[in-house]
């Protein structure tokens, strides 16, 4: 084996180098006959190839694989090795689609999106042609490479780019791959150039010779070139039927043409009323002059009084807005000074708040106090009272007789008994009496607990209504938006229609205005609603009149007491206030003007003219707002500013909203929708708690007005107890029998009830001191409430009028602004009179710049013209309709020269035409009948080439064979003998064994490329059937015809390992590994054959 490889294959570094005379007589011999074959025995020394050979490619998502490549191929043989699987066939496929190639040319998908990796968005190919010597493509752009990358998505789409080997994208154009492709002469879709295993199986391995024909025809390109000539052929019958229709219609061009001729001779001359006509028309022109300059010098006169008019408007604009002036400075006053009453106010309130609660504090501790002081005053009273009846008895006892003394120890003693029960009975009423008087603050305390949660669900059963009466609205507005500014509003604005239909309105007016305008940010809603405020249900009237008509409408609709909405009358435009002189700017917060959307010009003027919607801004953030109108020079024309809570701010001032949600400009129904009735649940919710807590209030307040009851029984009961016990001590102490009594007992009791007098005075004294300075404290605590009181209601009294005369002020400031607007309205309409006046004026001086222009070109010298225009142009129209009459009758004559110079032209041209392609169709007969002849000569050459190619090859095994190409059926028969010529007979390739009938194959395929030009030859699993004998000779042959064309380069795939191969430098080998589980990209290097040898 050794040795074979030595005799076939020379290393370039001991190959002799052939001198430039072999060279040239080499090509001398290849051009003296295309048919001579020269085959060699020995290593070619041509030169490697400098155009149209691949140099690389590289895929990325393509087929199975993530990443392929990039690799280098060699300049001759390339070996792709590897197993199934491991992406040899993909380079091939990429091959085909990268250069323009269609998906179904492949056999492996109908449609380029099958080529990308299952679960990725798109694939890409790479593939750099070689781009050197004299025969290079654009090297001035291109240089040594031309890169080729394609991009496949995942819709089936794909596009190119065309880069010069610098990187720089030179096209991105498919017609200038094509035209590389053209000057490379690289067909991907002829089986030369790159045999895949389908096509080999289509057309080589298949049984039928009618295949194996077409297979050389499409290979040689002779099925093209005879598509070519039945394309021309259809072509040369089509012109000859043009030229059949041409002929038809030449013969009636030229009869139209001789009658044109006929009636031209007949016609004559109308000289001397045409004359006439002329001279009339002069004078026609320098009328049109002087009419013109008539106009003009009226137009002159209406612009010097439109000026002095101008002039007058302005001069009652410059009052009006002194009067403005005026009344916006008044209006700021009031209402600086209302602010300032109203600061004054919010921060006297704290205060005044304390004041209360200290008096509340106060007047509880003096009552406290007092209490205290009047029960130790009726334990003195007492006391004092029981010391003197004490004195008394002792006294008496003194006196009385001494034999009575046993009785009178005896009543003594029960008097004393009855006085420890009194004692003990007035501590039980006080005991009693303290929880009389707590369970009487309990309930009053419970009271007002009571009538506060009264006062509270009251508020929150309104507040649900209102609530319910918004949700029924919203949900009405689903199906019709109107409903949001009243049940009632559709009915009046059916009845407004129906009377406009029945012309009660010079105008149908507009509105409500709030459904007339849409907010372009949802989020400014409640802004704008809070800026414009009622005037979202006011409706636009265009005279008084209509207002009037409105009105009495309305009054169907609103009950009496009811507010009805406002009404606004002013004049309907079709186009909207030119604001921008004097409309606020910010270039990151909008107007209300440019934030709301207005189809409707009226609708925008009524909003600019009553709430001046230009000038305010829209600022979502609140603290931002303050940053921009307060701590810095609020925006140009801003007067004030919105929040998207719908704040107020202004440039010294900041008012809350009272508004949480935007009732009329919500796009959102469903989501208002839904936040209405969670808030009738939570109101829901908070009345049962409510109730909850009001049921137990008044269960409490039963409970304990029982007990108060029970406690005040029983107070009445130990106060006639005592009562009865007093008067039983009384009646005992009023007995005026001399008793025996204790004296020492009552002396110790008299001195026992002085010395408690003596702590209750003294206690007494002290509770008085006290209840005096708590009553001095109550009394100063009145005086500081009720100063605070006085000046608070100083204050509201103060801001009633002021109040008052802002509303006036500010109805001042809206008639000066309406009335200014109303000046400024008419100086507008003014001065676009005016100004349309004077565009009239400057058209009317061109319009008699050009009609004098055209009447001096009409007649140079100006005529008096003492006829109006009107009378010379009837003139004009009855001599024109007399030279008509006359030329009916004869014809105009050159109407008539011209319509015979159109026939005439018409039948000149067609003539040319007819014999011009009858020229063309002969000539084209003589080209192809030459054109054929040369076809048939060339695929004679050709089938004489590869017949004797195929004999050679095939001798080199000592087969012999025979090919027969039978043009008329279109079939290839091939025959081959196996043995010796003499020693067995021609079999057809059926009876072969496989590996002789791939043998003969590549025999076959091998013809071919030796009779084909292409810069490449890609060969897929050419040896796959062979046996080893026959796949070492099939590669023999391979080498050998490679290495005699080194100006060509080989891409061979094949799954055996190709370890037995010689080293050369020409001899590249790629060799694919398989993919491990959970790999995308595949490794591959170029191997030599030493790496080979070391890893066998």
């Not at 001398?28 to 400098?50: I, M, P, Q, Y």
């Not at 280098?72 to 199934?84: E, I, M, T």
Request: include cysteine; hydrophobic fraction near 30%; charge should be neutral.
């Amino acid at each position: 084996m050794a040795k074979r490889k030595e005799e076939n294959f020379v290393s370039p570094e001991n190959a002799k180098r052939p001198r430039q005379e072999e060279l040239e007589d080499l090509d001398k011999d290849g051009d003296e006959d295309e048919c001579t074959v020269s085959f060699t025995n020995g290593t070619s020394t041509l030169t490697a190839a400098e155009v149209g050979i691949i140099e690389s490619i590289q895929l990325r998502n393509f087929m199975c694989h993530s990443m392929l490549g990039p690799f280098k191929f060699g300049s001759n043989v390339n070996f792709v090795v590897g197993n199934n699987g491991s992406g040899k066939s993909a380079v091939l496929t990429a091959l085909i689609v990268g250069l323009g190639g269609k998906a179904i040319a492949t056999n492996r998908g109908s449609s380029l999106k099958g080529f990308v990796k299952d679960g990725q968005n798109s694939a890409d190919i790479s593939i750099t042609l070689r781009n050197r010597g004299d025969d290079a493509y654009r090297a001035n752009v291109y240089g040594d490479t031309i890169v080729v990358q394609q991009h496949i998505s995942v819709d089936g789409g794909r596009s190119y780019k065309l880069k010069s080997g610098a990187g720089t994208i030179v096209s991105t154009k498919k017609e200038e791959l094509v035209a590389i492709l053209d000057h490379f002469n690289i067909q991907v879709d002829n089986p030369v150039s790159v045999l895949t295993q389908e096509m080999s199986k289509q057309f080589l391995q298949s049984k039928n010779e009618g295949d194996k024909y077409k297979f050389f025809m499409k290979a040689t390109q002779l099925e093209q070139m005879k598509e070519d000539y039945s394309y021309i052929m259809e072509t040369k019958e089509r012109t000859k039927e043009q030229i059949s229709q041409g002929e038809e219609r030449l013969t009636e061009l030229k009869r139209q043409c001789l009658e044109k001729e006929e009636r031209f001779q007949n016609i004559a001359g109308l000289s001397t009323m045409k004359t006439n006509l002329e001279y009339l028309k002069h004078e026609m022109a320098w009328a049109v002059v002087n009419e013109i300059e008539k106009q003009l010098n009226a137009i002159r006169d209406n612009i010097r009084i439109g000026e002095d008019r101008a002039a007058r408007l302005n001069r009652k604009m410059e009052e009006q807005q002194v009067r403005l002036n005026d009344a916006e400075n008044k209006y700021k006053d009031i209402q600086d000074k209302l602010e300032k009453i109203s600061q004054e106010t919010n921060a006297r309130a704290p205060e005044c708040m304390a004041l209360k609660a200290d008096l509340t504090a106060k007047k509880r501790n003096f009552n406290e106090a007092e209490v205290l002081y009047n029960r130790s005053l009726n334990e003195y009273k007492a006391l004092k009272k029981d010391d003197e009846q004490l004195c008394k008895k002792i006294e008496e006892l003194k006196k009385s007789d001494q034999s009575l003394e046993p009785e009178r120890l005896e009543r003594q003693k029960k008097i004393c008994w009855l006085k420890e029960r009194v004692k003990s009975l007035q501590d039980q009423e006080n005991s009693v009496n303290q929880e009389i008087e707590q369970f009487q603050q309990a309930i009053e305390k419970y009271k007002e607990e009571h009538t506060r949660l009264r006062r509270e669900e009251l508020d929150v059963k309104q507040a649900m209504n209102y609530n319910q009466r918004q949700l029924k609205e919203l949900k009405d507005s689903k199906t019709d938006r109107i409903k949001r500014f009243g049940s009632h509003v559709p009915a009046l604005l059916e009845a407004i229609d129906d009377a406009y239909r029945r012309g009660h309105f010079t105008h149908k007016p507009v509105g409500p205005l709030g459904a007339c305008i849409y907010p372009r940010d949802p989020e400014l809603a409640l802004a704008i609603e809070s800026c414009l405020k009622g005037l979202l249900q006011a409706y636009c009237c265009h005279n008084h009149a209509d207002e009037r008509v409105l009105q009495a409408m309305m009054k169907r609709f609103y009950p009496p007491g009811t507010s009805r909405p406002q009404i606004i009358v002013s004049e309907f435009r079709h186009e909207i206030y030119d604001v921008k002189h004097r409309a606020a700017y910010h270039p990151e917060y909008p107007s209300v003007l440019t934030a709301l959307e207005i189809d409707n010009a009226v609708v925008a003027n009524s909003l600019i003219d009553m709430r001046g919607i230009e000038s305010v801004l829209l600022i979502k953030n609140n603290s931002v707002a303050r940053a921009i109108m307060q701590s810095q020079k609020p925006p140009k024309n801003c007067r004030e500013a919105f929040t998207a809570d719908g704040d107020q701010v202004f440039a010294g001032r900041y008012y809350s909203s009272e508004s949480t949600r935007p009732k009329f400009l919500s796009r959102d129904v469903d989501s208002e929708i839904s936040d209405m009735e969670n808030e009738v649940e939570n109101k829901k919710a908070q009345l049962v708690k409510l109730h909850q807590h009001l049921s137990a209030l008044e269960k409490d307040i039963k409970h304990n007005d029982e007990l108060l009851k029970r406690c005040q029984l029983h107070y009445k009961e130990l106060k006639m107890k005592i009562r009865k016990t007093i008067s039983e001590i009384r009646e005992l102490e009023n007995i005026e029998e001399h008793q025996s009594v204790d004296i020492a007992t009552l002396e110790d009791e008299a001195e026992e009830n002085k010395m408690k007098m003596k702590m209750v005075e003294e206690n007494m004294e002290q509770q008085k001191e006290n209840m005096e300075h708590l009553k001095s404290l109550k009394i100063e605590a009145e005086n500081k409430y009720d100063a605070m009181k006085l000046k608070i209601n100083q204050l509201s009294e103060m801001a009633d009028p002021l109040k008052d005369e802002l509303d006036l002020a500010d109805t001042e400031v809206d008639n000066q602004k309406r009335g200014k607007r109303h000046y400024e309205d008419k100086q507008k309409e003014h001065l676009n009179t005016l100004n349309k006046k004077k565009r009239e004026l400057d058209l009317k001086e061109k319009e008699l710049e050009e009609k004098m222009s055209q009447a001096r070109q009409i007649c140079p010298e100006r005529i008096e013209v003492k006829k109006s225009a009107s009378i010379l142009d009837k003139e004009i129209n009855r001599l024109r309709q007399k030279i008509q009459a006359e030329h009916a009758s004869h014809g105009d004559r050159e109407e008539i020269m011209k319509q015979y110079q159109e026939a005439r032209e018409n039948y000149l041209d067609l003539d040319n035409k007819v014999r011009t392609l009858r020229r063309f169709i002969k000539l084209l007969e003589e080209i192809m009948i030459h054109r054929f002849k040369t076809y048939q000569q060339f695929r004679r050459c050709l089938t004489l080439r590869c017949k004797l190619y195929f004999d050679n090859l095939l001798s080199q095994r000592a087969y012999c064979g025979k090919m027969n190409f039978d043009h008329k059926s279109e079939t290839l028969t091939i025959s081959v003998q196996p043995g010796e010529g003499n020693k067995a007979s021609f079999n057809d390739m059926r009876a072969l064994s496989g590996g002789e009938r791939s043998f003969s194959t590549v025999c076959f395929i091998l013809s071919l490329w030796s009779i084909a030009e292409s810069p490449f030859r890609c060969l897929d699993e050419f040896d796959v059937y062979m046996d080893m004998v026959n796949r070492r000779i099939a590669m023999d042959m391979i080498l050998k015809m490679a290495d005699s064309q080194r100006f060509r380069q080989f891409i061979l795939l094949t799954p055996q390992s190709m370890s037995s191969l010689p080293s050369s430098k020409l001899i590249r080998i790629l060799r694919m590994s398989d993919p491990e589980r959970g790999q995308t990209t595949l490794p591959f290097r170029p191997v030599t054959q030493e790496e080979d040898d070391d890893q066998s």
